[in-house]
């Protein structure tokens, strides 16, 4: 019998690796393969997927189209069957694509923290892909000047290059600022992973992040929106989506 266990995010370690081996754990309806462990970020926080490729040792590759989570595990959709398990695979990342969603992940930290610290706003959501970013907050009053004013302000700590550091912290050392993103913290959880710009924010999250805030590039405001009550939706885009690595 093949004991399932929960898939280990190797990205939650290094956030860098671009290839990783693994053991099939199972397969459902020929196409939803879940792993002993895995690079592939799966759809979650408001961050799009990782794509990328599955290869058996017989050389057969299987495109990864889409990850997520469901019950815990993560769950890699391919494009045809013939994966079992026990199998073992050497996966490989759409690198591109994953880099930039880092960058732009990363970004969302820079203009929520900006947001928080100048308007005291509650973030209370975002939706990322490789287009473009969102971010919801929810503030009675803006206009496009004073959001304007927040962009110059996150593009020149991105200018500033300040390091990102990824570390753990007991649920004792946590400061509340920490969990402004991460709603539903399980009460469970004894130790957060911290995303650290450091001497600027703070963050509980588990994504894949950049290093340093240099690598995000430049932002551009593209629009806000009212949406209902005390809920502002602010959209923008990283303006050079060359890569800078
Ligand atoms: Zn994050």
Redesign the pocket.
Known sequence: MWVIVMTKALYMDDCYLKEFDAIVASVKDDKYVVLDQTLFYPNSGGVEHDTGTLIKEDGTEFKVVFAGKFSGEISHEVDQPGLKPGDKVHGVLDWDRRYLLMRY?TAA?VLSGVFSQETQAQITGNQLTTQKGRIDFALDNFDREQLSGYFEKANSLIEKDLPIKIYAMSREEADPMVFKLAKAMPSSMKEFRI?DIEGFDR?A?G?A?VKSLKEVGPLEFLKAENKGKNNRRVYFRIRSESQIQ
């Open positions: 992940h930290h995303v963050q999250d994504g992040h």
